[in-house]
């Protein structure tokens, strides 16, 4: 079950964080992995430990907030055969309230989680269609659908993202192309202990506890969750769901008081 052998997967944000488990979890399914990555060198790393591992996967350095370049490099990817996933992993995130967030921290925000899936969306999906078919995942949050403090940025675009997700579902079923969304809570990321260090310091291991014991099952998820539940909705096991968004959250939204 969840085999992607013969199947080429596009995952941006693919060298760190949830996109690393993304890529690394398809890589060992057998897909071969295209991480789209602003950071190239941490990307070539990455392609060199799945490679190491048995696995297939190249290295892409790009902004996907610059739409010519996101055509660019797919249609460089399809060139070479055809293009079964796309995965809309990389996003930015951002602290602060509506009154509290410069245009220009708006407009950044905007840019890569909002435009970046469109760009990605834009280009990829002539070539799915062409395909006769494929799949789409795009990383939403738990944001999307719930007030968190200071999100206000962040929380715009996760809800943007779930709406295009709706979207892009309903306009190419007759296309065979399924699309869904994954909204997870807090992740243990790197970003997140750069966050608590910056933010807390001399205090790491006391907000670490705190923020983990805000989902209810009393820790945060791991990337290799997420990645699973990535797997399951872009293989073929998964072949009757479009158009739905997977909280993974332990328990955040539906059981927190």
Request: aromatic residues 6%; glycine residues 10%.
């Amino acid at each position: 079950m969840f085999d992607l052998s013969g199947k080429t997967a596009l995952v941006t944000g693919g060298a760190s964080g949830i996109g690393l488990a993304i890529s690394k979890t398809f890589a060992k399914q057998g897909a071969f992995v295209h991480i789209l990555e602003l950071n190239l060198d941490l990307a070539n790393q990455i392609v060199n430990e799945i490679v190491a591992e048995g696995g297939k996967a190249e290295a892409h350095g790009i902004d996907i907030s610059k739409q010519a370049d996101v055509v660019n490099t797919v249609n460089a990817i399809a060139a070479n055969g055809p293009i079964h996933i796309l995965v809309n992993n990389a996003g930015i995130a951002h602290i602060g309230k509506a009154d509290t967030t410069s245009e220009i921290d708006f407009d950044r925000v905007i840019n890569v989680n909002i435009k970046g899936v469109y760009n990605c969306l834009m280009a990829t999906i002539p070539h799915l269609k062409s395909n006769g078919g494929g799949v789409i995942l795009n990383m939403a949050s738990i944001a999307a659908t719930v007030g968190l403090p200071d999100r206000f940025a962040y929380s715009t675009t996760k809800g943007a993202v779930f709406s295009m997700t709706l979207s892009v579902a309903r306009d190419y079923l007759a296309d065979g192309i399924r699309c869904n969304s994954i909204s997870p809570a807090r992740v243990h990321t790197p970003f997140v202990d750069g966050f608590i260090a910056k933010n807390y310091p001399g205090q790491e291991e006391e907000m670490f506890e705190k923020l983990s014991k805000t989902q209810p099952i009393g820790r945060m998820a791991k990337p290799e969750e997420i990645g699973a539940l990535a797997l399951y909705l872009c293989s073929d096991e998964a072949g009757f769901i479009t158009g739905c968004d997977y909280l993974i959250d332990g328990g955040f939204e539906k059981l927190s008081n």
